[in-house]
Nanobody, 125 residues
Framework: QVQLVESGGGLVQAGGSLRLSCAAS????????MGWFRQAPGKERDFVSA????????NYADSMKGRFTISRDNAKNTVYLQMNSLKPEDTAVYYC??????????????????WGQGTQVTVSS
């Protein structure tokens, strides 16, 4: 059984930074792409970013480019999301997910098989 545990969320002022972590277990983590999504209250789950199994290829939603950076450490079975220049509209629950292949970098949630429980990020103005 795959388990994903996100951490690192919290309350931050606009312009601040947070680093989210997602620790994976129960699968050959290094063989699969990983993604980050977010969901604000009353809204759909939106794609944030994804990274290939080796970390050599990444994908970002347009509104995150230049502000967010995804990375992974396969030795630690962990994927990270560094978030800088945070805005109030970034407030959401952030989820990590396991892609269906090593190069699942798409934005559709149905391309990801396993999900964490989420971590809350709140950005105050």
């Amino acid at each position: 059984q795959v388990q994903l545990v996100e951490s690192g969320g919290g309350l931050v002022q606009a312009g601040g930074s947070l680093r989210l972590s997602c620790a994976a277990s129960g699968r050959t983590f290094s063989s699969y792409a990983m993604g980050w999504f977010r969901q604000a209250p009353g809204k759909e789950r939106d794609f944030v970013s994804a990274i290939s199994w080796s970390g050599d290829t990444t994908n970002y939603a347009d509104s995150m480019k230049g502000r967010f950076t995804i990375s992974r450490d396969n030795a630690k079975n962990t994927v990270y999301l560094q978030m800088n220049s945070l805005k109030p509209e970034d407030t959401a629950v952030y989820y990590c997910a396991v892609g269906r292949s090593g190069y699942t970098l798409g934005s559709a949630p149905e391309w990801y098989d396993y999900w964490g429980q989420g971590t809350q990020v709140t950005v105050s103005s």
